[in-house]
């Protein structure tokens, strides 16, 4: 525990605590020991293990991070509390900040999380009315492809597009990487810049950039075709099926192409290659001759398969997008 309260109420950091002063357990309110050294960074712990509301054995990298960010946060102006229990949503975030008498919480998260249980965690914020912000730690770092461990983070700023927050506790810096996209068969397309403190970081989302999806370019669109016309040659797994279903359906799947490769990037939502979506609803609208309610209806309902779980973004509006966007493009062209 890094943070505990004194006899007069007020929080104080261990590495600031007194020896000849007595702390206590923001919880249970049991007295605390100080202890301080050269190899263990200060921190309080209790007696007796009387208290199941604290975990005391956390990484370097976590103890570290929460702690640098709470005080981040106090030089923002922000009142910080650590490991705080919230007895109604029976959960203990690991920084609660106050600005304004306004509450938001901060989650440093460097260990493995359950999407379920991350969901559940931002839904118990939000039915409480909290602001809350993930923040990840270096095993979440993202690479040349997203994976459901990393898309459960993402969020949406209209200037900064999708975006995740890092803390890289070893150099006590923020970084963001920012204007996430993808498309099949190519790597994920992103920036990063990083900042030394809060103030620097909250006005990168305030400003009044309006974030767009890239083009692609004619060797990427050259390398997409490539490595689609080798999928057809291998014809494995879920790429045959989708053969198979063209085949049933007269179709020619290399004819499909150019319905099947957007002129844009997507969002980095899709845990599927897009034309296995995209080749379903080509099938229902054209082969099946579904009005576009009924289409657009049962796409919303299946589009969800091809997804990561995002549950801090609002999946039904991109969906919605997705494939009205889709829908007008094969409008305009044919098959």
């Not at 960010?69 to 910080?80: D, M, T």
């Not at 845990?271 to 379903?280: C, F, H, P, Q, V």
Request: aromatic share 14%; proline share 3%.
């Amino acid at each position: 525990m890094l943070k505990a309260l004194d006899g007069s109420g007020r929080w104080v950091w261990a590495s600031n605590a007194a020896n000849n002063e007595k702390y206590f357990c923001p919880s249970c309110h049991a007295e605390l020991s100080t202890r301080k050294g050269t190899l263990k960074r200060s921190h309080f712990a209790h007696r007796k293990n009387e208290c199941g509301g604290f975990s005391e054995g956390e990484t370097p990298e976590h103890l570290q991070g929460k702690t640098t960010l709470a005080k981040f946060f106090e030089k923002a102006g922000y009142i910080s509390e650590m490991e705080s229990y919230l007895p109604k949503l029976k959960q203990r975030p690991d920084i609660v900040i106050q600005k304004d008498f306004q509450k938001s919480i901060i989650e440093f998260q460097c260990a493995p999380l359950a999407t379920s249980k991350m969901k559940a965690r931002s839904v118990g914020y939000r039915k409480a009315n909290l602001k809350f912000l993930w923040i990840l730690g270096q095993k979440y770092l993202l690479k040349k492809k997203m994976t459901q461990q990393v898309a459960k983070f993402l969020k949406w700023n209209r200037a900064r597009g999708y975006y995740l927050i890092y803390y890289l506790a070893n150099r006590q810096r923020f970084r963001v990487i920012y204007n996430i996209q993808q498309t099949d068969y190519l790597p994920l397309k992103y920036k990063i810049i990083e900042f030394g403190n809060v103030i620097a970081l909250k006005n990168f989302f305030n400003k009044k950039d309006i974030f767009e999806f890239y083009k692609i370019s004619k060797n990427e669109r050259i390398t997409q075709f490539n490595a689609f016309k080798l999928d057809i040659l291998r014809s494995k797994g879920e790429f045959r099926s989708l053969q198979i279903r063209c085949y049933l359906q007269r179709q020619e799947l290399e004819k499909l192409k150019n319905l099947l490769f957007a002129s844009r990037y997507s969002p980095p939502i899709y845990a599927t290659k897009e034309l296995y979506w995209k080749s379903d609803l080509i099938f229902m609208k054209k082969l099946n001759n579904f009005s576009d309610n009924i289409l657009s209806q049962k796409m919303i309902l299946e589009h969800k398969n091809y997804l990561f779980e995002v549950p801090l973004l609002d999946i039904n509006r991109l969906i919605d997008l997705q494939v009205k966007e889709m829908n007008r493009f094969v409008d305009s062209q044919e098959i």
